[in-house]
């Protein structure tokens, strides 16, 4: 029984059509697919689509923030200052904390707050890609 049919399972590194080396799962090493990428051959699937319709709340949010190219303390201080005006209360630390959940899509803001992180960023509400209640009064 010297024709061992199995014998070829038992190489765990077979060759890519490339020639490249395949783990013993089949797929490429991870610097394999790095270069790839670099090399404008990134897998199917890893596309990024950043079109306006896909984005959530929070990636509107960040990119909203990051145009103006501040950080998230800064939009906190900002929105405390409009917050003033308008009968907000709310602490730095509070802030802070509501917009990283904001921007990680955790929780979604309030009519009030909505209108507060617009104002603040001096955007159009909508543009924030929440339902925007037409009754509210900022």
Request: glycine fraction near 8%.
């Amino acid at each position: 029984m010297g024709d061992d049919v199995f014998g070829i399972c038992d190489n765990p590194a077979t060759t890519h059509a490339t020639g490249a080396a395949l783990s013993p799962n089949g797929s490429r090493s991870e610097s394999e697919r790095e270069e790839e990428a670099a090399a404008g051959m990134a897998e199917a699937g890893t596309t990024v689509n950043d079109s306006e319709e896909s984005l959530t709340y929070g990636r509107r949010l960040r990119r909203a923030r990051l145009s103006k190219q501040w950080s998230q303390l800064q939009l906190a201080y900002r929105m405390r200052e409009v917050g003033a005006e308008h009968r907000g209360t709310a602490t730095l630390h509070s802030l802070l904390i509501m917009i990283s959940k904001w921007e990680n899509d955790r929780k979604h803001p309030n009519q009030y707050s909505l209108h507060l992180i617009a104002a603040a960023l001096d955007i159009d509400v909508a543009g924030l890609g929440l339902p925007v209640d037409q009754d509210f009064v900022f």
